[in-house]
């Protein structure tokens, strides 16, 4: 043939999965999901774009942002410039500023979505990829109370992901080093912060949670965060692996009492997992309140690619969500495996039918190569019994489609 | 105050909903997924951003295709133009051609994303909404019986919507009027096609299942159509709401058989909520193989607002997916509506613990306000009972954590 053929590339830095893998993603957002739910959390999805006045009102990040432009615009079109989110947060002051009045405080809501970063091309990161957020915004005030819960879902939510490695929760109060700062009179807190922040760590890592108790608060605001980090502590007492951790000071200025990130036992360099702390002020750029929150993220792309690239995936070979492959015997039993196939769906049994009358030999193999567990053998003559193969062991039994369940 | 304050404004085109009006649209995106993965139909996602002479080789489409910029490019920086998907067809194409040993065919996917359009803001219409897809491709040929299991798929999908509108399926296939064209000796029968859609319809509308069985094939193709046509139609004999319709040709020129489209029956001007059809060839100019293939879409968002509009929407007060507010009596009682909560969620009951000891009034006002539908009551001594009380009926009664479920 002569035409011409444009070779597909992926794009770098736009991640894009197989089935099998991407089926392992889609649970791990269904996990995650599922937890968030559980806890009362809402969903909200906010637009992709976002004005570039709102979007790069931050100024450390506006150079990774994407600008969209309409291919064929014409001079006479006047519209504002936008862009694509470079993370959830901006998003979430902006829409609980715009619908404050439609919202039930304290407003709790998780939110799954794609961001975008403009990194170089020769940088090998990701330009596109998911956050989970959840958030609790309150009016005025909100309990500390949301602190302990929020890190306790972080932590059910990174326990629940299959192939999940081990990890640790690092937590510490900004009070308790904004404190030390003022009782150095040091003027810039923040900026010693994201000094400490970008690598200088303090050197009282890994405190354990006896020991810190010790600290002998040197004004008020470092007795606050000791309480506030106390209280914290306390309600994670039932899980064993979160740890004080007075070198966790988070870069960004906005945090203003608990701060946490998680780290993978195995490979701590490879930097948090999850993270997020306390804010006092979400919206104050759009609206005329108060509005104080805790926040957590995981970077579930990169965790994700993470996870993957220690081998932990490559066994995954299921390409069909599909419990059951019913095979079509030949050309008279299709009625009949249609008819079966209907009935075990409507029992919740997720069903592929065999597309055509091929050799059975054939259709057991379609079914192997796309790791479906049960085949399904309509009866073959009037009055037989239907029959179920189980792929892992071989055995075959007889079955009826209004009683037999996945094992 | 004197700061400066940046009144948040939706952004023409980019809809966004309420906690409440989100939960109905997720609700919509979660029985789309489970009737689709009922057939045994994978997920994959592919990235919002393709190579720009990937996504604009279809020239009819080009003028409405977002170009990303990053903000800060320097000149050094040389990558390839790139914009944002407008549907999804394009880049199953590219995807099944990029994957193509990694696939099992026939190819059977769903997916629901996001596709962008930059239509001139004035227009008033979606500039990003959601689609729902699903096709099935397979190699070289593909079995007829996936044209009715698509119809019947996306069937059920619709049915599956909470407060969806009743439908008519209009179904042809496009040979029997390229046969006609043939016959009539009509030599661009893609150009008669894409007249027809755009308006001057046939005449021979809705002809009744019955009386077009006797149209006389003028030939071959004409006879291949009826064939094809009384087959699908013969799949869908369980639906009462399916008719054939001449007039239905879909305005794409890869359609080359099955073509069918979806009607709202109490608004047919409307338009099409869910159409596809059969097509010879998807990634022709991406892989030297032929690859034939059947699809839909459904125009979820565009859906989704037209069912908003009717106000079906208006008594939609759920913002919490939580099935219980268990309540904090007194500081004392604490830990125990904490443990309490633990426990409902261990047993896969949604719950949201009120965060602090408030009065009872304002803690049940709180789940009244959320939509939430019991409120839980922790015992308020040593060896009293817990309660729960429907909100629905304001009953209440002497429950246990470890038994009770939503009924």
Redesign the interface.
């Known amino acids: ?1 002569s ?9 770098s830095g ?6 099998s893998i ?2 392992i ?2 649970s791990w957002i269904d996990a995650l999901r599922g937890i968030f ?18 979007i ?2 931050k100024g450390e990040v ?12 014409q001079d006479g ?4 410039r ?3 989110r470079f993370d959830q947060t901006v998003p979430l002051a ?2 609980t ?3 404050f009045s ?3 405080f ?1 407003f ?2 998780w939110q799954i979505q ?1 961001v ?1 970063r ?1 990194e ?2 020769q940088a090998g990161r990701f330009r ?1 990829f998911y956050q989970a957020d959840i958030d609790v915004i309150g009016v005025d005030n ?2 500390i ?2 602190d302990a ?1 929020l890190v306790s879902i972080m932590h059910n939510s990174l326990t629940s992901l299959p192939f999940m490695p081990k990890f640790t929760v690092h937590i510490s109060n900004r009070k308790i080093l904004i404190g030390l700062c003022e009782a150095l009179e040091i003027k810039d807190a923040p900026a010693v912060l994201r000094t400490l922040d970008k690598g200088q760590k303090t050197g009282i890592q890994q405190i354990d949670d006896l020991s810190w108790y010790g600290i002998e608060p040197l004004n008020d605001t470092m007795e606050a965060g000791i309480n506030e980090l106390s209280s914290v502590v306390g309600g994670l007492s039932n899980f064993s692996n979160v740890s004080v951790d007075l070198s966790i000071v988070r870069g960004l200025d906005y945090y203003t009492g608990t701060v946490c990130e998680m780290f993978l036992d195995d490979n701590p360099e490879f930097g948090s997992v999850c993270s997020g702390g306390r804010y006092d002020d979400l919206a ?5 309140k108060k509005l104080p929150g805790v926040g957590f993220s995981i970077g579930l792309s990169r965790l994700f690619d993470y996870v993957k690239s220690t081998g932990s995936l490559e066994d995954a070979k299921r ?4 419990d059951v ?1 019913v095979v079509i015997p030949n050309k008279d039993l ?1 009625a009949l495996a249609n008819e079966t196939a209907d009935t075990l ?1 409507s029992r ?6 065999f ?2 009358p091929q050799k059975i030999g054939k259709q057991i193999a ?1 079914a192997q ?2 790791g ?1 567990p049960y085949v399904w053998f309509p009866p073959f003559e009037d009055g037989g019994a239907h029959e179920v193969k189980a792929m892992k062991t071989g055995n075959q039994s007889e079955v009826s489609p209004d009683e037999w369940s996945v094992t």
Chains 1, 2 share one sequence.
């Not at 736009?14 to 089935?19: A, D, L, R």
Request: aromatic fraction near 8%.
């Open positions: 043939m035409r011409k053929i444009i070779k597909p590339s992926p794009i736009f991640p894009e999965h197989s089935p991407r089926a993603e889609l739910e559980s806890y009362g959390f809402c969903n909200i999805e906010t637009p992709s774009v976002e004005a570039l006045d709102i790069a009102a506006d150079k990774e942002i994407y600008v969209l432009e309409r291919l064929h615009k079109d006047k519209e504002a936008s862009g694509l902006r829409y500023a715009q619908h439609e919202l039930v304290p709790k809501r794609k975008w403009g170089r091309p596109e909100l309990s109370s949301f819960e104050s750029s759009y609206i005329n390409t069909s969500p599909a492959l299709e769906r919740g049994i997720k069903t592929e039918l597309h055509a379609y190569k796309k479906i």
